[in-house]
């Protein structure tokens, strides 16, 4: 069984930051992919930064410049510092881990962000 376990979501204002943690415990496996996505009320989930094994990472233009992912692979722990936030990046956050060649995906449960202007 895999648990992804996310935490570090909360209310902050405009132009602050918060730092998202998500660690990965049960079975043992090789993470190909882990990644951070977000869903707003009536909006569909959508991808926020992705980082691979190797540690490419990929981040849509919206956050590009204010969002930083990275992981421990020791610690089998994806983070996301996530700086200048906007109104507009008020959602809840899923944590998401890929393995398989990223055939198989395991989400955490999700932890809100709210951005207040």
């Known amino acids: 069984q895999v648990q992804l376990v996310e935490s570090g979501g909360g209310l902050v204002q405009a132009g602050g930051s918060l730092r998202l943690s998500c660690a990965v415990s049960?079975?043992?496996?090789?993470?190909?992919?882990m990644g951070w996505y977000h869903q707003a009320p009536g909006k569909q989930r959508a991808l926020v930064a992705s980082?691979?094994?190797?540690?490419?990472?990929s981040y849509p233009d919206s956050v590009k410049g204010r969002f930083t992912i990275s992981m421990d692979n020791a610690k089998r722990t994806v983070y996301l510092q996530m700086n200048n936030l906007k109104p507009e990046d008020t959602a809840v956050y899923y944590c998401?881990?890929?393995?398989?060649?990223?055939?198989?995906?395991?989400w955490g449960q999700g932890t809100q962000v709210t951005v207040s202007s």
């Open positions: 049960g079975t043992a496996f090789a993470i190909n992919t």
């Open positions: 998401n881990v890929k393995r398989n060649f990223n055939t198989i995906s395991y």
């Open positions: 980082i691979t094994s190797g540690g490419t990472t």
